[in-house]
Structures are given as C-alpha cells and as structure tokens.
C-alpha cells in the first residue's frame, strides 16, 4: 500500500523559511520520480516542483523558481522541500506526491498534505 506521509507544516511571516518532508513507503521510492504539489483556497492545485529517481534533475513554477528547492534521499526514503522567502499568497495545503504514470508532472499518488500558512 502506496503511504506518502508529509510533515513540516508551520506558520511563518512573510519572507520566511519552511522545510517539508515526505516519508514514502508501500513502494520503491528510488524508482520514482516525485513532485510537490500544493492546493490553496480558491486557487485550485498548481504543480511547484519535481525531482527525477536519481535527485540530479529537477524542475520547478516559474513563482517559486530560485527560492524552493526539491530534494531526496533514496536511503531514508523521504522527499524534501525547502522553501525560503515565503510570500503570503503561498498559503497552502502542500502534497507529496509519486509520478506513477508521467516523470514530469504533478503526480498520480497524492499524500494527504501538510499545511502551510504565510502571513505577518
């Protein structure tokens, strides 16, 4: 059973640093590629970024693009997300998620996401 388990969540003021993890389990982690993806009120759910199996390549939005960095650790089965600068419309409930079907996209295999909050 495919388990994708993120933590992290917070509250932080405008410009500010968050760090998120996800732990994966039911499946071989290293196998897959993974991605971010993060759901606002209203907003709808906007892809923020993707890493490949190996964590040499990644991609990310264009808004979050120099201040969000995707990461992984194959050993501990866990994908990262550290976010700097945070900006009040990045209010969001943020979800790991397993690229089953697509490598480069928001993924297939949501977790049930952690939230984070932005704002003074």
């Known amino acids: 059973q495919v388990q994708l388990v993120e933590s992290g969540r917070g509250s932080v003021q405008p410009g500010g640093s968050l760090r998120l993890s996800c732990a994966a389990s039911g499946f071989t982690f290293r196998n897959y590629y993974m991605s971010w993806v993060r759901q606002a009120p209203g907003n709808g759910t906007e892809w923020v970024s993707t890493i490949n199996t190996g964590g040499s390549s990644t991609r990310y939005a264009d808004s979050v693009k120099g201040r969000f960095t995707i990461s992984r650790d194959n050993a501990k089965n866990t994908l990262y997300l550290q976010m700097n600068n945070l900006k009040p419309e990045e209010t969001a409930l943020y979800h790991c998620?397993?690229?089953?079907?697509?490598?480069?996209?928001?993924?297939?295999?949501w977790g049930q996401g952690t939230q984070v909050t932005v704002s003074s």
């Open positions: 998620a397993r690229n089953r079907v697509s490598r480069w996209s928001a993924g297939d295999d």
